[in-house]
């Protein structure tokens, strides 16, 4: 697994109805075809204008929905993992994010995972090539809305920089379920955070994995009592 930081999405703004330029003229994403014959320089240039529709295309219909963690196939999982992973890293270093705001390991932290994985929707949709121009204001404005509760979840979480421990959770008298553990709290120096990173990925995976089979199972077995 690549933990790739995802650039920014954007599409460039190209003119598609100039279909009459030269082939001494560079094409669209800068290529001189002057060295090629007219009719193989003609034919690459309306192959790459078809390609770039049609990406333009699958761009425009895919719309930025909110993520369910706790339903996500495996693959579909691990998938967005990542790519919430690649999108962070390049939030915290685009706007100089502190570990007071987004700490290391967020990953550890399903408050945190939820709220950043909110603010990256948000921000997909702000900034989709159809969105209206004052969506990236939009955006800002809820992005300092989101760090003050970053803040004070990472506040109440207990993680920092350098160290880390799972977020304690108040146990109710009577209120818990009967297979409820609750979790160890101990504090770990973070040391190798993308190796974390990618050992909690696996871990989820897994998990995930189980649910799946636990269900289908249940469900062969339902099936098979009925059928008896």
Known sequence: MTT???????????DLSDAGSTASEPDFDGIDLSGLPADVAEKAKQFAKQTFQADLAKSLTAVARPINWRTLPPADLEHELLDLNGWVDWLRHTYGIPAQIV?????????????????????????DPQAKGNQALAWHHDFSVARERLRD????????????????????????????????TTERPVAQRTDDFLAFV???????IAEQDATIREIVNIDWSEQS
């Open 4 to 14: 790739n930081n995802p650039a920014p999405p954007g599409l460039p703004d190209t």
């Open 103 to 127: 700490p290391p390991m967020w990953h550890r932290h399903p408050e945190l995972l939820w709220e950043l994985s909110a603010l990256r929707q948000h921000w997909l949709f702000c900034f």
């Open 153 to 184: 979840w990472v506040t109440i979480s207990g993680t920092r920089l350098d160290r880390d421990r799972p977020t304690r959770i108040t146990v109710w008298p009577g209120g818990e379920a009967e297979d409820w553990t609750e979790p160890d």
């Open 202 to 208: 696996e871990e989820q995976v897994k998990a995930r």
